[in-house]
């Protein structure tokens, strides 16, 4: 069974910094393309940044320059860096890893539980 457990949030004050981590098990998680997205209440998901297995990156445009993307395959943990935070960074976080488990050919979205992060002074 493939679990995303995302972890990290909190409240911080403008301009501060937050690490999320989302740690994966039962996912063959070196060839398990990675991202994550961020639901604001009341707006769509929307994808924040994503990662392949190459370890390219990509970042939707409000926060290119402010938030890193990276991955550990021997932790089995990705990493979203928010620097320089802003108001409207505020909501709930969440990993997604398309890929397999073990055993299995099968490629597929795994979503985590997500993660709130709240920007206020």
């Known amino acids: 069974q493939v679990q995303l457990v995302e972890s990290g949030g909190g409240l911080v004050q403008p301009g501060g910094s937050l690490r999320l981590s989302c740690a994966t098990s039962?996912?063959?998680?070196?060839?398990?393309?990675l991202s994550w997205y961020r639901q604001a209440p009341g707006k769509l998901r929307e994808l924040v940044a994503g990662i392949t297995k190459d370890g390219t990156s990509n970042y939707a445009d409000v926060v290119q320059g402010r938030f890193a993307i990276s991955r550990d395959n021997a932790k089995r943990t990705v990493y979203l860096q928010m620097n320089n935070l802003k108001p409207e960074d505020t909501a709930v976080y969440f990993c997604?890893?398309?890929?397999?488990?073990?055993?299995?050919?099968?490629?597929?979205?795994?979503w985590g539980q997500g993660t709130q992060v709240t920007i206020s002074s």
């Open positions: 997604r890893a398309d890929g397999s488990q073990y055993g299995r050919s099968l490629v597929r979205s795994y």
């Open positions: 039962g996912l063959i998680f070196s060839t398990s393309e």
